[in-house]
């Protein structure tokens, strides 16, 4: 039986490298409340308009409780998160519906998620996450950013991923 490390880590802030490359500015906090648990909370905002119509504007909030099968902030963890967000977004070029429209609209949900976290060296940590729920987005479509001409209100219910993470840790404490 191997011996049990305790883990003096208590606090940790970091950053989704995955939002930041979508020009998404956003900051986490992880803190640990007992021996295996520890909760995560995500705020990203996303204030630009780019180029012509194109606008990837947005923010949002995440929660997520994680049973940690070691220790926390070391190795794997299991969670479960729920997100909330508000869009304005379109005139994107990844074809269909995102080039050709504007949605403005809400979206929250969540699901379960998986992850790792690797110890890189003193306080820098990188933590792998993924995870699949459900997302119900409600919209409307508008032919131009700002013109406001409205093409209708929907709603939409998604099944599968709802979070992929590679973040960079420091932890405070």
């Given at each position: 039986?191997?011996?049990?490390?305790l883990n003096a880590q208590?606090?940790?802030e970091?950053?989704?490298?995955f939002y930041g490359a979508s020009t998404t500015p956003n900051i986490g906090i992880e803190t640990s409340f007992s021996r295996r648990w520890t909760v995560d909370l995500l705020a990203g905002y996303n204030p630009w308009s780019f180029?012509?119509?194109t606008s990837l504007r947005h923010w949002l909030v995440r929660a997520e409780p994680r049973f940690w099968l070691w220790t926390p902030f070391m190795g794997h963890f299991l969670g479960i998160h729920g997100m909330y967000a508000r869009y304005?977004?379109?005139?994107?070029?990844?074809?269909?519906?995102?080039e050709k429209y504007t949605f403005k609209g809400?979206?929250?949900g969540g699901g379960f998620s998986y992850g790792y976290h690797f110890i890189l060296k003193g306080r820098w940590?990188?933590?792998?996450?993924f995870g699949l729920g459900y997302l119900k987005f409600s919209y409307d479509k508008f032919t131009c950013k700002d013109c406001r001409e409205l093409q209708g209100s929907y709603t939409r219910n998604y099944i599968g991923p709802t979070r992929v993470g590679i973040s960079?840790?420091?932890m405070l404490q």
């Open positions: 039986m191997p011996p049990i490390i208590k606090i940790g970091k950053t989704n490298l180029s012509g119509e304005n977004i379109g005139n994107l070029p990844f074809g269909g519906d995102l809400d979206v929250f940590g990188l933590e792998l996450s960079l840790i420091y």
